[in-house]
């Protein structure tokens, strides 16, 4: 049989969203890809232009649903540096508790499709049911479970509600306690589970460099490195945390990238412990932003998925003259067919999910 | 050492199609006395169907509708009840609720007071059943539409053949043959043409590449699956799924009060065990090896095209593969239907055991269901090269190992 093309999406289960991976086959063999992406463009950059900086807030929650808050984030910090806005100490600890909360909640809405994408669909429902937690606990802190809207340039939109730490403390204990005695067992300890995904994917920590990878897929290629460590924003300079890089052997592959994520919520687990310590018990959340802005302004964050860069630019209007979005997952799409050539076809669905795409920020 | 419920089926039958044949033939001669012309010719036909080799005819029909019955519309239906319920408890969820009284019927819509969504979802698979019956079947323009219909019947056909040899007790059965394991087996192994069939006729990528897994997964594990049934004759000596039941109710061991039957597991035949469930899983096509129907790559693999009832079909059907692969097992390996009988009734001059051979037959048989249910909810996907190596690399050698085992065994102890 000569080799053919398959449309992977756009509809098809393993797009997790609306994007098309084209694979040509030969055989069960992948000889070459070529993702197609755009169907979900929606043009964020340019709708931004003609709104006000504090509405923009409204499209970024929207570039992808599953971390709201961390997109919000990074256009607010980068508004925040072309004003010139301090944001109080409080509210730099607030938006550090919200967005590792957003971050733990992406990672588990990664980890429920990576798991039907291998044919385990309890993996989906465990992780759906363990989401829950962590999107009540940004139900108390923004009163949403998606588009929070809850960043604001200067601070955070609202306090804590009484008895937050109790919560969010009890929360977090039943988590851990059933990442070690559920998740484990049932995913990568688990002896199928790395037949499927150890030495699948695989990448090399210069060509991930190359093509612009960031992020926890990077980390999984051995390369250290993190913008909450290496170019500290709000008060992530305070609290002590490992940034999780795969030190073991077969680094970048699937299985590489799964346990970054998997070890990502424990670090997030434990910032989010620390923060609730360190914060300052009463005081300012927010500072009082002027209208119009001049100048520049960019932030880069980690976002769940990489790097996230927001670049503002105002002319002294009340809105921005330009917005330009860097999306992390975006630049790791056009790795993916350095990562297919020669696996197999079941193997599209062990890499793409791995990489943990999100159509919304990939498409903007 | 057990008795069946049902001694004979032919004999059951037997009876209950003379009780068919007896009114049919009152109607007859009922309507031959209202019209006096009719009478001759009718009597004529209902002597004809009253005689010994037309009632013998008719008796293999009823059977045949008997099993059909058992098999499809309480087994399976019980098997993928017990399935949707049970691994909708693992996800931490309630699965399938709907109750009887959400049914549009007569004494059932009546009662407004009860919750319709809140009994145990036995009617569910009924419902979906019947949604699957009112939906369009659709063929692809571009699908070889003979072949496509084909291949639905071709798969339900086959394996409903399975169930004309396999027998529930020493008495359930349609056929009992003296080469039934081979025979069960040949028709287990004829589906996966019926999925190549489908996976081609079609005329979609998914479905190709579905139907071809399938050709490639064939031989990995039908080898295997053969070889350690040549290893279980040099135990057995036969191939008859009575008489293979027979020899393990033979005592074992005697600890106390608790017998040890000689189960075919107990022994040499234990690599061939192993092999054999490994072998099964795949046959059955359950979630470690059901990859010609990844629906994770191949949206529904070779079933993406079909539609309708046809889909219900050989999607339903795979139950029914399940519950004669589990069926198989347990005569093969873990003593088929033999189990204590405790005490027996008697109705006038039938004696009724009170835990009759059929109701240890569907022990095995449901516990077997369960475990296949709880492995497949609990691990990934295998990839096909992977299947492929456990298939060739493992199973193939250690089915090898069993036969010179169990020959070795024969050869010692004579």
Known sequence: MPAFWINMGPQHPMTHGLWNMKVQVDGETITDARPELGYLHRGVEKISEVREFQKVIVLTDRLCYVSSITWSHAYCLAVEKMMGVEVPERGQ???????????????????????????????????????????????????????????????????????????????????????????????????????????????????????????????????????????????????????????????????????????????????????????????????????????????????????????????????PYRVKIRSPIFCTMAATPIMLRGNKLADVVAILGSIDVCVGEMDK | MSAPLVPSLFGACYILTGWIVWIINWILRAIGTVIPPLFPPLDALANWLASAPILTVLTWLVMTLVMVVWACLVNLLTMMWVERKFYSRLQDRYGIMISIWSLPLWPFNRRKDVPTHKGWGYLQNVADGMKLLQKENLVPATADSMMFNTAPAWIAGTTLMIFAALPWSSGLYVANLDLGILFILAAFSLAPLGILIAGWSANNKYTLVGGLRSAAMLMAYEIPLVLVVIALVFTTGSLDPKVIVTQQERPLLTLGPLVIPAWNLFGVQAIGFVVFLVAIIAEMERIPFDLPEADAELVEGWTTELSGMRFGLVFGFKWLRMIAGAGLLSILYLGGWSGPVFTTLYLGSVPIPIVPEEIWFMLRVYLLGLFFIWLSWSIPRVRIDQILNIGWKRLIPLSLLAIVAAAAVRVVTG
């Not at chain 1, 809405?109 to 465990?126: C, F, K, Q, R, S």
């Not at chain 1, 990238?257 to 910032?271: L, N, T, V």
């Open chain 1, 93 to 319: 600890w607030f938006r550090v508790i919200s967005l590792e909360l957003q971050r733990i909640a992406s990672h588990l809405m990664w980890l429920a499709a990576y798991g039907p994408d291998l044919g385990l669909l309890t993996a989906l429902l465990w992780s759906l049911r363990e989401r829950e937690l962590f999107l009540d606990l940004i139900q108390l802190m923004s009163g949403m479970r998606m588009n929070q809207n809850y960043p604001r340039i200067g601070g955070v939109r609202n306090d804590l509600p009484e008895n937050f730490d109790a919560m969010c403390k009890r929360s977090i204990a039943h988590f851990l306690r059933k990442l070690e005695k559920e998740y484990e067992p049932l995913l990568h300890e688990s002896k199928v589970f790395q037949m499927r995904t150890v030495g699948v994917g695989k990448i090399s920590a210069a060509e991930a460099i190359n093509w612009g990878v960031t992020g926890p897929n990077l980390r999984a290629c051995g390369v250290d490195v993190d913008v909450r460590r290496l170019d500290p924003y709000e008060t992530y300079e305070d609290v002590d945390f490992e940034v999780q890089t795969w030190k073991g052997p077969d680094a970048g592959d699937s299985y590489s990238r799964f346990i970054c994520r998997f070890r990502e919520m424990r670090e997030s687990c434990s910032i989010i412990l620390q923060a609730l310590e360190k914060m300052p018990k009463s005081g300012a959340y927010r500072a009082k932003p002027p209208r119009r802005g001049e100048g520049e302004g960019y932030a880069r964050t980690e976002d769940s998925r990489g790097e996230a860069l927001f670049y503002v630019c105002g002319d002294g209007d009340d809105r």
